[in-house]
């Protein structure tokens, strides 16, 4: 059996990627609490058939994302990766803590780039594999109110969908999962109120896992999740970007906890 890689793995989308691979690859869990991995594991290992091993990270780290290239680099059965660990900060940019916009861009942009880098050059070696990175309906969007986050997501959509090109001909399969409201612990942790927004614009993170899995199989370069993402990213094309840029600030300010 191959290897596959989980960031952001002991809960929301990171647990649900781990629980559907785990029933054709060993899969390796990242993220910083063991205990939280441990609990993952033990939740997802009865109906796996392969092996679940944690790994304790921080990916805001320079040091820690180069410990986990290299345990990529060395992988000889090294497969599937998911990067997918990422978080959002809510508020005014200018009265944000720039420490955390700083590890911000660390987890979301740049362990997200070694690890890529890594994973398709094993990748070409071996002549197969598979990388989805965690973008957001969010990078299609200016979103005065949480700037950083979602140029952190148009990051990862555009270095995704370039990506996915490049690796076509070696035979590699390469994603950008762009979800919208997906229920996990993500919005308690930006400090969003959840409750303001109506249960249609919601997904379960198991929902949108399927549906980036199933587009993997056709090799499709974006997945959008959810018909109403779909439907509301492409109205988007046709509005105007000061009223884009208006009514997408009014939805992430007013909704702050
Ligand atoms: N939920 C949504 O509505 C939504 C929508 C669009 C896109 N997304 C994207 O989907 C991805 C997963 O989000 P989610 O909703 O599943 O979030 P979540 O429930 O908050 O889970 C985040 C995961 O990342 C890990 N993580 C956080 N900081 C880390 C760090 N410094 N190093 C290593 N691991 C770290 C967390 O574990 P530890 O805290 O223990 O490290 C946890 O396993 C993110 O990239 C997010 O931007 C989410």
Redesign the pocket.
């Known amino acids: 059996m191959k290897n596959a890689y989980v960031?952001?793995?002991?809960?929301?989308?990171?647990?649900e990627f781990v629980r559907a691979l785990a029933k054709d690859y060993n899969v390796f869990l990242?993220?910083?609490?063991a205990a939280?991995?441990n609990k993952a594991i033990i939740e997802i290992e009865p109906k796996s058939r392969g092996m679940l091993k944690a790994i304790s990270?921080?990916?805001?780290?320079k040091k820690?994302q180069e410990e986990l290239a290299s345990i990529l680099e060395k992988d000889k059965d090294f497969e599937f990766l998911v990067n997918?660990?990422?978080?959002?900060t809510v508020g005014e940019f200018a009265s944000l803590d720039l420490e955390q916009e700083l590890?911000e861009i660390n987890?979301?942009v740049k362990?997200l780039v070694l690890l890529s880098h890594k994973a398709l050059n094993k990748f070409k070696k071996t002549g197969k594999g598979f990388l989805i990175n965690?973008?957001?309906?969010?990078g299609y969007l200016p979103a005065p109110g949480s700037a950083t986050?979602a140029a952190t997501?148009a990051f990862v959509k555009s270095f995704t969908e370039s990506l996915h090109e490049e690796a076509r001909p070696y035979g590699i399969y390469v994603q950008a999962?762009?979800?919208?409201?997906?229920?996990?612990?993500?919005?308690?942790?930006a400090g969003i109120e959840k409750s303001k927004y109506p249960s249609l614009l919601w997904q379960n993170?198991n929902e949108v896992v399927d549906e980036s899995l199933s587009a993997l199989r056709h090799n499709k370069a974006v997945c959008i999740s959810g018909a109403v993402n779909q439907s509301a990213i492409s109205l988007t094309e046709f509005m105007p970007r000061t009223l884009l840029r208006k009514t997408a600030g009014l939805f992430l300010k007013f909704d702050r906890k």
């Open positions: 960031t952001g793995a002991s809960q929301g989308i990171g647990k990242i993220s910083r609490s939280d991995l990270l921080d990916l805001t780290k820690e997918n660990a990422g978080f959002g590890d987890l979301n362990a965690v973008a957001s309906i969010a986050y997501k999962l762009c979800p919208g409201l997906t229920h996990s612990d993500f919005h308690e942790r993170a």
